[in-house]
């Protein structure tokens, strides 16, 4: 090893059925631990049903409001665009009406 070159550690993967067995059912899902060497150990729990659903139920909320700002957004670009047509329809009939009148 260089003098210098820090210590590199690989991560440390912990089966689920060897959890730590000081974690209770009350404590946070996941935790991070860095230690004096530097090493870190990241606790992950499981997610439960309820959170499952939770997180369905967040992605359906915003995927509508997104759907329905997209919406909303294409309504009010229709009758401008509607608007800019008919203006242009109605500006090439006056400029051959006027062209014919000279």
């Known amino acids: 090893m260089l003098q210098g070159e820090k210590l590199r550690s690989e991560p440390e ?3 689920p059925d060897q959890a730590d ?3 209770a059912r009350g404590t946070p899902r996941m935790r991070v631990f860095i ?4 090493t870190e150990r990241v606790y992950v729990a499981k997610i439960r049903p309820i959170g499952t659903f939770l997180a369905v139920l967040a992605t359906g909320i915003l995927s509508a409001v997104l759907l329905i700002l ?4 294409f309504l ?5 665009v509607v608007f800019f047509i008919v203006g242009a329809i109605i500006a090439g009939l006056l400029r051959t009406y006027h062209r014919r009148r000279h």
């Open 35 to 38: 230690d004096a060497h530097d």
């Open 76 to 80: 009010i670009w229709v009758p401008l």
């Open 21 to 23: 067995p000081r974690t």
């Open 70 to 73: 997209l919406f909303a957004t």
């Open 13 to 15: 993967i912990i089966p």
